[in-house]
């Protein structure tokens, strides 16, 4: 969508953006023989389609609605929550608190998130300062409580996709691509597919440390589109996100971390660590590398 002289990705645009898992696995396999074209011209030409429909394609889920408020690459983001010159852990529940209040009508799914943050804001509250990365892997940690209560994991549905190897500068991303369905707990036909990766990070002193990642969330029946894309779509925040972020992004204070997660030659951060595990991940892919820095 044009806006202001420059393309706009839409508002939660990794789930916007993403392309259906199947062609991906086919042209990550057929790359090669793809035939070479102008790129640019056609994401000119291409991109309206891609993205300006994108509201049309949101399935209004209430249990998704929430999450809303923290959305991949601005929940992060360095100025997201500069209230005062310091950062800390309750600056950023606050504001993601304030968010939620703000949201109308109030339903049950946001007074349960909004009961989840207050319970870890009050642990915070009782603790020392800690570096930024807690607070990010306890809004997983979060994410985790509040979609396991209204979902099931069909571990018998678990797909292998393919796999494919990303290279960042000097990082390496040895990825599985997999689906698994989740199923609605008062309404079992009432199904979603997460399609998510287990993959080795290797950089630097890190040497094949594994993790796993959602990558996406469709509803079981979402079709591809003319454009490769999904034609159904939730709205999910930093549950949909990607393991590295721009520095600027990330939102890491602490000097000691943004060194050691940062990709040498790149803007960017790993942050896959503190998205480990979430569920249903850390029922049907668990692993147990532990953080890229010790807390």
């Known amino acids: 969508m044009l806006l202001f002289g420059s393309y706009f990705k839409g508002d939660d645009y990794i789930t916007v953006t993403f ?36 509201n049309e394609r949101i399935v209004d889920e209430e249990i998704f609605k929430p999450l809303i408020v923290c959305l991949c690459g601005k929940c992060f983001k360095r100025d997201y929550k500069l209230v005062l010159q ?73 797909v292998k996709i393919g796999n494919k190897t990303n290279y960042i500068s000097s990082a390496t991303f040895n990825m599985d691509l997999y689906e698994v369905e989740i199923y609605k707990k008062n309404d079992s036909n009432i199904r979603y597919k997460v ?16 993790y796993n990642a959602i990558l996406n969330i ?3 029946e ?25 520095q600027s992004q990330c939102h890491i204070k602490h000097i000691r971390e943004c060194k050691i997660r940062h990709i040498p030659d790149t803007q960017y951060a790993f942050i896959g660590d503190l998205m480990n595990n979430v569920w249903p991940l850390n029922l049907v892919a668990k692993n147990n590398t532990p953080l890229i820095t010790s807390i």
């Not at 042209?27 to 000119?44: E, G, M, Q, S, Y």
């Not at 287990?198 to 040497?207: E, F, P």
């Open 19 to 54: 392309i259906n898992i199947h062609l991906q696995n086919f042209i990550n396999k057929h790359f090669d023989r793809l035939p070479v074209t102008d790129a640019a011209k056609v994401c000119t030409d291409g991109l309206h389609g891609l993205i300006a429909l994108s």
């Open 195 to 210: 399609i998510y990766t287990i993959y080795t990070y290797s950089q630097g002193n890190v040497t094949n440390a594994k």
């Open 86 to 158: 310091k950062i800390t852990e309750n600056v950023f529940f606050d504001q993601v608190m304030k968010k939620l209040l703000d949201i109308e009508p109030k339903t049950r799914y946001t007074d349960h998130l909004i009961k989840l943050l207050k319970t870890n804001t009050n642990l915070f509250k009782k603790s020392v300062m800690s570096p930024v990365s807690v607070f990010i892997k306890t809004y997983y940690k979060i994410i985790s409580e509040y979609i396991s209560s209204y979902f099931n994991v069909d571990e018998q549905s678990i």
């Open 218 to 220: 469709v509803p079981y």
């Open 222 to 246: 979402a079709k591809i589109t003319q454009n490769g894309l999904y034609d159904k779509i939730v709205y999910a925040g930093v549950y949909i996100c990607k393991v590295v972020e721009y």
